[in-house]
């Protein structure tokens, strides 16, 4: 199934994570999905655009905005199909849970808040 965004909510997404970087915090994929307002199917457009993004902070040899993104349980890491999209990418390899995953995004986090982006609106 093919997933797609809207441009709206494609610069929302990016307004909602660059803000999110800036003040140093992270979101959850319900959050956003509820934010960004995304029709349904909202959970599965909120993904393909995260990983999207991954895809392009990856080629541009940034930092991964999409791991701002966490899901709301316990263990306050983003969900397992980000961590077999980073592995897609080269960015990461190992179990999606457990203490390499979550060294890992924590690492990857503060490289993102520390990354100044370029305006892509």
């Known amino acids: 199934m093919s997933v797609k965004i809207s441009r709206q909510h ?72 980000f961590f077999d999209c980073v592995a897609q990418l080269g960015r990461f390899s190992g179990p999606s849970d457990g203490i390499a995953a979550a060294s890992w995004h924590a690492s990857e986090v503060a490289r993102v808040f520390e990354f100044a982006y370029p305006e892509e609106l």
């Open 10 to 81: 494609w610069q929302a997404l990016l307004l909602e994570l660059d803000d999110a970087r800036r003040k140093r915090h992270l979101l959850t994929y319900r959050a956003l999905v509820e934010r960004l307002e995304l029709p349904t199917p909202a959970m599965q457009t909120l993904t393909a655009a995260l990983e999207y993004l991954a895809g392009l902070d990856a080629r541009a040899e940034r930092p991964l905005r999409s791991a701002l993104v966490i899901s709301q349980g316990a263990s306050r890491l983003p969900r397992t199909g």
